[in-house]
């Protein structure tokens, strides 16, 4: 037992010394190298955040801490340390086991804890997904016990420096009063000038405050305009809401007299440049007959929008309204009035992301096939590819028949078996949780050629394919369709995988098309994952404008892309064959738009501003797509 007055005392001091190891933890999210190469005013607005910040990312521990402490003082006279201590404990070994998966998060792929990685953790089938091994798992759970043992340890320092050192003399009396009155000061400092530079469109500020983790902005136009502050405009680009009016209109077709069967084959991570002959033999030699597309862009940097994209033929930005609504691709739609034979297989899951209440939704829940866990990604490939074969083998020949499959093999942590080794040497194992950006940075050669092996093991997944097909004289009337979600890219621009940002290595994937009859060929301008449905639909008898229901283009047609948009979560990109310009979706003039070449190319800062104003009308037409299938009436 201890008196309340020597509980809070330790309490301060272990908090204190909390707040010290998060500041230490968070160093490496905060740019200081940038701020301070831009001025004095935006490295002190960094030292401040990051000041400020360490005590705010406190403050749920310490406010569960001091209720309970409260709670226990009306009850004894003494307060019961046995009671307040395991809590103090708790809460701040979760508070700093948090801060330091961030920063992970943030080392290795750019990002912060946002609702992507929320649902990622609360979807079924969302940490399945990540592939983590055996090895991280365990990582994880020793990191998190050693995050509780330390907050003991400083437990036990804060218990020792009071009882046996004593508070030292240099100590002022109103220490920690003191401290509160500086945190409130710098908060407020450097709130009110991150509202001021917002207002008056300082980017260096506002863009800097985007890279402190879960920064809450503020803002103060109508005081400082009338204060007599220039206040400039706010952006025109924002993100229409509403509920789906999609398609426009009801879709019109005539089914064929002889419908094509289709063969969908999409893999997880299949970048750009990986097609070619070594790598991948058999799909090499498919592609020589058929069309290939070179410059061809994903809808985004991920699975979610990747797959969105491919099947719906719109921006990902209309994820979120297609989950609310349980809204199905019109593609499938057709397909089913049509009566098409369908069966879809996938080594993922169709739960995560949530294909099975958004583009899946209205296909017949027997027909979307999966495998349970226990089995690395490269056999539940073999598995699936075999009872595909089947359902073709077994289908009724008078129906036409649609099949889907997506692929797991080149996923990180990358699945091969031995015989699918190509490139040596390359690591056992990849753990997340050890990793930091200096191993990776100097491991990436080793890893990649662990990709290289996935890779050449999906190609022999795809020759069982393409050897049945030819066999069974299947392709004189089947269109096959192969393409990748998304890329994946190994550090060509600072980053390791994937969903971290709009790189080419990222977004772009192989595309190749067969469609029986048509000449060998290569496509080399735009494509776009949003050209898949309008290139199908008129194949189904599909008679309706493409505007309809896409926002993409026929590949068969004489009509060219000039540009392609990127949408996901809460980012968009502009891309033509001059410049990417990658933003928020509701972008504010405050807010710095990142401006490169086309294919990631750096630009000097004045090239980026003037790149930016001579393609404003072009964001606004990309900004009207995001909205064309919105009704922005009452539903």
């Given at each position: 037992?201890?008196?309340?007055q020597?509980?809070?005392?330790?309490?301060s001091?272990?908090?204190?010394f909390?707040?010290?190891l998060l500041?230490?933890?968070?160093?490496?999210?905060v740019?200081?190298?940038?701020?301070?190469s831009?001025?004095a005013?935006?490295?002190?607005?960094?030292?401040?955040?990051?000041?400020?910040?360490?005590?705010?990312?406190?403050?749920?521990?310490l406010g569960?801490?001091?209720l309970?402490?409260?709670?226990?003082?009306?009850?004894?006279?003494?307060?019961?340390?046995?009671v307040i201590?395991?809590i103090?404990?708790?809460?701040?070994s979760?508070?700093t086991?948090?801060?330091y998966?961030?920063?992970?998060?943030?080392?290795?792929y750019?990002?912060?804890?946002?609702?992507?990685?929320?649902n990622?953790l609360?979807?079924p089938?969302?940490?399945?997904?990540?592939?983590a091994?055996?090895?991280?798992?365990?990582?994880?759970?020793?990191?998190?016990l050693?995050?509780?043992l330390?907050?003991?340890?400083?437990l036990?320092t804060?218990?020792?420096?009071?009882?046996?050192?004593?508070?030292?003399?240099?100590i002022?009396?109103?220490?920690?009063?003191?401290l509160?009155?500086?945190?409130v000061?710098?908060?407020?400092?450097?709130?009110?000038l991150?509202?001021?530079?917002?207002?008056?469109?300082?980017?260096?500020?506002?863009?800097?405050?985007?890279?402190?983790?879960?920064?809450?902005?503020?803002?103060?136009?109508g005081?400082?305009?009338?204060?007599?502050?220039h206040v400039?405009?706010k952006?025109?680009?924002?993100?229409a809401?509403?509920?789906?009016?999609?398609?426009?209109?009801?879709l019109?077709f005539?089914?064929?007299?002889k419908?094509?069967?289709i063969?969908?084959?999409t893999?997880?991570?299949?970048r750009?440049?990986?097609l070619?002959?070594?790598?991948?033999p058999?799909?090499?030699?498919?592609?020589?007959?058929?069309?290939?597309?070179?410059?061809?862009?994903?809808?985004g940097?991920?699975t979610r929008?990747?797959?969105f994209?491919l099947?719906?033929?719109?921006?990902?930005?209309y994820?979120?309204?297609?989950l609310?609504?349980h809204r199905?691709?019109a593609?499938?739609?057709?397909m089913?009035?049509?009566?098409?034979?369908?069966?879809?297989?996938?080594s993922?899951?169709?739960?995560?992301p949530?294909?099975?209440?958004?583009?899946f939704h209205?296909?017949?829940?027997?027909?979307?096939?999966?495998?349970?866990?226990?089995m690395p990604?490269?056999?539940k490939?073999?598995?699936?590819?075999?009872?595909?074969?089947?359902?073709?083998d077994?289908?009724?020949?008078?129906?036409?028949?649609?099949?889907?499959m997506?692929f797991?093999s080149p996923h990180?942590?990358?699945?091969?078996?031995?015989?699918?080794?190509?490139?040596?040497?390359?690591?056992?194992?990849?753990?997340?949780?050890?990793?930091?950006?200096e191993?990776?940075?100097?491991?990436?050669?080793?890893?990649?050629?662990?990709?290289?092996?996935s890779?050449?093991?999906l190609d022999?997944q795809?020759?069982?394919i393409?050897?049945?097909?030819k066999?069974?004289?299947?392709?004189?009337?089947?269109?096959v369709?192969?393409?990748?979600d998304?890329g994946e890219?190994?550090?060509?621009?600072?980053?390791?995988?994937?969903?971290s940002?709009?790189?080419?290595?990222?977004?772009?994937?192989?595309l190749?098309?067969?469609?029986?009859?048509?000449?060998p060929?290569?496509?080399?301008?735009?494509?776009?994952h949003?050209?898949?449905?309008?290139?199908?639909m008129?194949?189904?008898?599909?008679?309706?404008?493409?505007?309809d229901?896409?926002?993409g283009?026929n590949?068969l047609?004489?009509?060219?892309?000039?540009?392609?948009?990127?949408?996901?979560?809460?980012s968009?990109a502009?891309?033509?064959?001059?410049?990417?310009?990658?933003?928020?979706?509701?972008?504010?003039?405050?807010?710095?738009a990142?401006v490169?070449?086309?294919?990631?190319?750096p630009?000097?800062?004045?090239?980026?501003?003037?790149?930016?104003a001579?393609?404003?009308?072009?964001i606004?037409?990309?900004?009207q797509?995001?909205?064309r299938?919105?009704?922005k009436?009452?539903?």
């Open positions: 037992m201890q008196s309340p020597q509980l809070r005392r330790i309490l001091y272990f908090f204190l909390t707040y010290l500041l230490w933890i968070n160093r490496y999210s740019d200081f190298a940038t701020a301070s831009l001025g005013l935006t490295l002190g607005f960094t030292l401040a955040t990051w000041l400020t910040y360490g005590l705010l990312y406190l403050l749920p521990a569960l801490t001091l309970a402490e409260r709670l226990v003082d009306r009850k004894h006279e003494t307060a019961n340390s046995w201590y395991p103090a404990i708790c809460a701040s979760l508070t086991l948090f801060i998966a961030n920063g992970k998060l943030h080392e290795l750019g990002i912060f804890v946002n609702s992507f990685v929320v990622l609360v979807t089938g969302g940490l399945e997904s990540m592939g091994s055996n090895a991280s798992n365990a990582t994880f759970a020793g990191i998190a050693g995050f509780v330390l907050q003991v340890l400083l036990a804060a218990h020792f420096f009071y009882h046996k050192l004593g508070e030292p003399r240099w002022p009396r109103h220490f920690f009063g003191g509160l009155i500086a945190f000061i710098t908060s407020l400092g450097e709130r009110t991150y509202a001021y530079c917002e207002a008056t469109g300082n980017n260096a500020v506002t863009s800097l405050a985007q890279n402190v983790p879960f920064y809450l902005s503020v803002t103060a136009r005081l400082l305009k009338k204060l007599g502050v400039q405009a952006g025109q680009y924002h993100l809401k509403g509920h789906l009016r999609y398609p426009l209109s009801p019109k005539t089914k064929p007299a419908p094509y069967n063969v969908w084959l893999s997880e991570s299949w750009a440049d990986i070619d002959q070594e790598i991948m058999n799909t090499w030699a498919f592609a020589q007959g058929a069309t290939r597309f070179l410059n061809h862009y994903s809808g940097n991920g929008v990747g797959m994209t099947f719906t033929g719109i921006p990902g930005s994820w979120f309204p297609f609310d609504e199905g691709a593609i499938i739609d057709v089913k009035a049509e009566q098409y034979q369908m069966s879809f297989y996938t993922a899951k169709f739960s995560y949530e294909f099975d209440q958004t583009i209205n296909v017949p829940a027997e027909r979307l096939h999966t495998i349970p866990e226990g990604g490269w056999k490939d073999q598995i699936n590819v075999t009872n595909l074969l089947k359902f073709i077994q289908r009724d020949k008078n129906q036409p028949f649609f099949t889907f997506f797991e990180a942590r990358y699945y091969f078996p031995p015989e699918s080794v190509i490139r040596t040497p390359y690591p056992d194992d990849i753990n997340y949780f050890t990793l930091s950006h191993e990776l940075a100097s491991n990436i050669k080793l890893i990649k050629n662990r990709y290289i092996n890779v050449h093991h022999s795809f020759g069982r393409f050897d049945y097909l066999q069974n004289g299947l392709l004189d009337n089947t269109i369709l192969m393409m990748g998304h890219e190994f550090m060509e621009n600072g980053r390791w995988g994937h969903n940002d709009f790189s080419d290595q990222q977004i772009r994937t192989p190749v098309l067969w469609v029986p009859g048509m000449k060929a290569t496509y080399e301008g735009i494509s776009s949003m050209d898949m449905v309008p290139t199908l008129p194949l189904l008898g599909v008679t309706n404008p493409t505007a229901y896409s926002t283009i590949l047609s004489k009509q060219a892309r000039q540009s392609t948009t990127i949408a996901e979560w809460q968009a502009y891309i033509d064959h001059d410049v990417k310009i990658s933003m928020p979706l509701n972008f504010l003039a405050s807010q710095q990142h490169t070449g086309s294919h990631d190319e630009m000097p800062q004045k090239a980026q501003d003037a790149a930016f001579s393609k404003t009308k072009n606004v037409q990309m900004m797509d995001l909205g299938y919105i009704n009436s009452p539903k």
